[in-house]
């Protein structure tokens, strides 16, 4: 997927787990994982900006599109 989570950046630049993330943002650590790993197939604005608001952070600094390979597609 051209789409590529960058969560475990802002924890580690942040020095918080995905446990607290995920209690601070009112998900529940299963769901954080899913999307933090990048199989999640949307993420609602609401829980991106709660997100953004506790990592202190910008959508463009968990979020990233990187194109793909033109010869594996």
Do not use: H
């Amino acid at each position: 997927m051209p789409i590529t989570v960058d969560i475990d950046v802002m924890l580690a630049r942040r020095k918080m787990s995905v446990g607290e993330l995920a209690d601070r943002v009112g998900i529940t650590p299963a769901n954080l994982a899913v999307l933090k790993n990048g199989r999640a197939k949307a993420v609602r604005f609401a829980t991106l900006a709660a997100l953004c608001e506790v990592l202190k952070c910008q959508p463009g600094d968990l979020l990233r599109w990187e194109a793909e390979d033109a010869a594996s597609g």
